[in-house]
């Protein structure tokens, strides 16, 4: 079973940085695809990015160049540090895990909003 913990969410000024963690408690994390998503209110649940257990990565278009993910193996946790923060990356952001066929798991979700 695969259990998603998000944290790091929070209130932050239009060009702020925040850093996003998710800890998974997850058997061979290490071959898992783990993924950030958002979702604003009344909008789909949108990919950000995600991250294999290699280490190739693919992100949104409309956060490539200010987010990055990055993953520590050895401590089952994938992180997303969000720079130049825009008023529209506010949403709720979850985790995900999945293996490469698979369907994804989801965490519980951290708010982030960008307000001035």
């Known amino acids: 079973q695969v259990q998603l913990v998000e944290s790091g969410g929070g209130l932050v000024k239009p060009g702020g940085s925040l850093r996003l963690s998710c800890a998974a408690s997850i058997n061979r994390f290490n071959i898992y695809v783990m993924g950030w998503y958002r979702q604003a209110p009344g909008k789909q649940r949108d990919l950000v990015a995600t991250?294999?257990?290699?280490?190739?990565?693919n992100y949104a278009d409309s956060v490539k160049g200010r987010f990055t993910i990055s993953r520590e193996n050895a401590k089952n946790t994938v992180y997303l540090q969000m720079n130049s923060l825009k008023p529209e990356d506010t949403a709720v952001y979850y985790c995900?895990?999945?293996?490469?066929?698979?369907?994804?798991?989801w965490g519980q979700g951290t708010q982030v909003t960008v307000s001035s």
């Open positions: 995900s895990a999945r293996l490469q066929l698979g369907t994804n798991s």
């Open positions: 991250i294999t257990g290699g280490g190739s990565t």
